[in-house]
């Protein structure tokens, strides 16, 4: 499951068809314990937990999909259960962008490291 937030569904619409840009400054990624929905609802807390800068992280969009190049990672962690990921305009508050299903969910214990290695996170549109 990949659905994009609220935010980003009216973004992409007034860009196409009222021909207003938008282009955030930077991305952010975010972990989630359950389904962020279209708001970004249930993101990790606790431990350093933070959203990471992921600005140069992605290729240039092909056949409708933007894939990871660099190595992204969480230190720290508290104990949690990670099952999604989000997409943010800022590192706190900001507007919620995407979301997805991890293809399998991770447990993480209290000081763990958490990654997504290079080419294992994609997006994509159809």
Do not use: C
Not at 4 to 24: H, K, Q, V, W
Not at 29 to 46: I, K
Not at 65 to 83: C, F, Q, R
């Amino acid at each position: 499951m990949a659905q994009i937030g609220d935010f980003a569904e009216n973004a992409l619409l007034d860009a196409i068809f009222n021909t207003t840009s938008y282009a955030p400054a930077a991305i952010y990624m975010s972990l989630h314990t359950a389904d962020p929905g279209d708001t970004g609802a249930s993101e990790v807390t606790g431990g350093s937990y933070a959203r990471q800068n992921v600005t140069t992280s992605f290729a240039a969009a092909s056949g409708g999909s933007v894939s990871s190049n660099a190595l992204i990672e969480w230190t720290n962690m508290p104990a949690t259960t990670v099952t999604h990921i989000g997409v943010w305009d800022a590192s706190t508050s900001g507007n919620f962008l995407w979301g997805g299903t991890l293809t399998a969910s991770k447990t993480t214990n209290s000081g763990d490291t958490f990654q997504i290695t290079s080419g294992n996170a994609t997006f994509t549109l159809s």
